[in-house]
């Protein structure tokens, strides 16, 4: 049967992150992919140059067209932008529920751009974490969310995954790609276990929606497997291939994206 996952996020026209990478990555995965954009984006390799937040009315009535018409297996939540268009998500999912609910805390462009305004990360916290079936931040939005230092270290990543589970989701994929390490270590953390997930470093610029990437991975998937650790584990492996063959595509002249189809072209 045909998993169905929607992407609640904003739209990156050079294909690389937002919903065009979820887009991807779902179809790469063999799942079937559907958007509700909260955000219009002016950005290519180089960053963003503008952003356009959709209003929470019309975030709304995308979502309930294709709910009340199509079952929806899972959905990757991404780009929110403000605190009027979190609020609008929350209740759209708190009253039209979704079995498999993915955050993807995003709050800064790779280029420094914010995403994300400030009043609007307590509202993700207190609204949208206790909805989470798992939550995917970096180390920057991990300190941003429990409003403390960065981690620099390993013990310091569990530390601070455990009080991100305090706040209501289900589980915790602390991921350490801004650690200053020769691996890039991730951290599942639920309520029964704490399990280490490494990969080598890639040498590549290209890695301009890496986040988006990962966290749709995992929506398509979770569905598929019915287990979140190796739902994980499988998205994880399909990012590490997108990272690698990242320098077969030349995309633009800044970050390039990774390559989402490199098991095809």
């Given at each position: 049967?045909?998993?169905?996952?929607?992407?609640?996020?904003?739209?990156?026209?050079s294909?690389?992150?937002?919903?065009?990478?979820?887009?991807?990555?779902f179809s790469?995965?063999?799942?079937?992919?559907?958007?509700?954009?909260?955000?219009?984006?002016?950005?290519?390799?180089?960053?963003?140059?503008?952003?356009?937040?959709i209003?929470?009315?019309f975030?709304?009535?995308q979502?309930?067209?294709?709910?009340?018409?199509?079952?929806?297996?899972?959905?990757?939540?991404?780009?929110?932008?403000?605190?009027?268009?979190?609020?609008?998500?929350?209740?759209?999912?708190?009253?039209?529920?979704?079995?498999?609910?993915?955050?993807?805390?995003?709050?800064?462009?790779k280029?420094?751009?914010?995403?994300?305004k400030?009043?609007?990360?307590?509202?993700?916290?207190?609204?949208?974490?206790?909805?989470?079936?798992?939550?995917?931040?970096?180390l920057?939005?991990a300190?941003?969310?429990?409003?403390?230092?960065?981690?620099?270290?390993?013990?310091?990543?569990q530390?601070?995954?455990?009080?991100?589970?305090?706040?209501?989701?289900?589980?915790?994929?602390?991921?350490?790609?801004?650690?200053?390490?020769h691996?890039?270590?991730d951290?599942?953390?639920?309520?029964d276990?704490?399990i280490r997930m490494?990969?080598?470093?890639?040498?590549?610029?290209?890695?301009?929606?890496?986040?988006?990437?990962?966290?749709?991975?995992?929506?398509?998937?979770?569905?598929?497997?019915?287990?979140?650790?190796?739902a994980?584990?499988?998205?994880?492996?399909y990012?590490?291939?997108?990272?690698?063959?990242?320098?077969?595509?030349?995309?633009?002249k800044?970050?390039g994206?990774?390559?989402?189809?490199?098991?095809?072209?």
């Amino acid at each position: 049967m045909t998993t169905i996952t929607l992407t609640i996020a904003g739209s990156d026209p050079s294909g690389g992150a937002g919903i065009q990478a979820d887009l991807k990555t779902f179809s790469a995965l063999g799942a079937y992919g559907m958007s509700v954009i909260t955000a219009l984006t002016a950005q290519s390799t180089q960053g963003v140059d503008a952003v356009l937040a959709i209003p929470p009315e019309f975030i709304e009535a995308q979502f309930n067209t294709l709910y009340q018409d199509i079952q929806i297996d899972s959905v990757k939540i991404g780009m929110l932008m403000n605190k009027e268009i979190v609020i609008a998500v929350h209740h759209l999912l708190q009253t039209n529920p979704i079995p498999i609910i993915v955050l993807d805390t995003v709050m800064v462009a790779k280029g420094g751009h914010p995403l994300l305004k400030s009043n609007a990360v307590t509202t993700i916290r207190e609204r949208l974490l206790p909805l989470a079936t798992i939550i995917t931040p970096n180390l920057p939005e991990a300190a941003a969310l429990l409003d403390c230092n960065e981690a620099k270290t390993e013990d310091d990543m569990q530390k601070q995954g455990c009080e991100l589970l305090k706040l209501g989701c289900k589980a915790v994929l602390m991921k350490g790609g801004h650690l200053l390490s020769h691996e890039s270590p991730d951290y599942l953390i639920t309520q029964d276990s704490i399990i280490r997930m490494t990969f080598p470093r890639i040498q590549t610029k290209n890695t301009h929606g890496t986040g988006c990437t990962l966290s749709a991975a995992i929506s398509a998937l979770v569905p598929k497997y019915n287990n979140l650790e190796e739902a994980i584990k499988q998205a994880k492996n399909y990012l590490q291939g997108a990272i690698s063959h990242a320098d077969d595509l030349t995309i633009g002249k800044g970050d390039g994206p990774t390559h989402h189809f490199y098991h095809w072209w």
